[in-house]
């Protein structure tokens, strides 16, 4: 007996692809779809067919953009020979709320990571060498995550950025702000004694 419509089950299982979302909150976001009046399913539907009708990379730095180059690229008041390296595009949304970096991006779109068959030609380091060799650049700052494979891809672009006349740094981390020192883990602790810096 078919306890749940095919059609929504298929709904479910096509939902609970995407990451970060399970069975349960598939099964949930499904029937709330269901729930909503038909015109809304449909603009849902329409937004998701026309995503990849609009959506493209960015040649420069290869954002997911309408434009190409994006609008961070041919804004002519930042700086352009600053590059700040970022696994994704998430990344880079979430460096732009601080308003705080005046340079360009470079999306990796991924870290090296062998197991998952991730390697230098699976990511846009050729890309991002070619970019740092042109000879406008000035820095390259590497911003991956603190993870292992962030690290590695950091530690894999440090090596590949010696032969090019450019400054390469890391991003910092550490302590969050607010945080008590005694609940930092050695990890953290020891990032954080490493990446320290003169006081304001």
Known sequence: MQIIPPALENLIENLSLLPGIGKK??????LNILRK???QAKDLARALLELHGSIQLCSCCFTFSESDPCDICAEPKRQADIICVVEQSADL???EKTSSFPGHYHILHGVLSPIDGMGPDEIKIKELLARAANGTVKEVIIATS?????????NYLTDALKSIPVKVTRLACGIPMGMDIKYADKYTLAKAIEARSTPL
């Open 25 to 30: 909150t598939a099964t949930r976001l499904a």
């Open 93 to 95: 949304l979430a460096i």
């Open 37 to 39: 009046p038909s015109s």
């Open 146 to 154: 603190s993870t292992v494979p962030g690290e590695a891809t950091a």
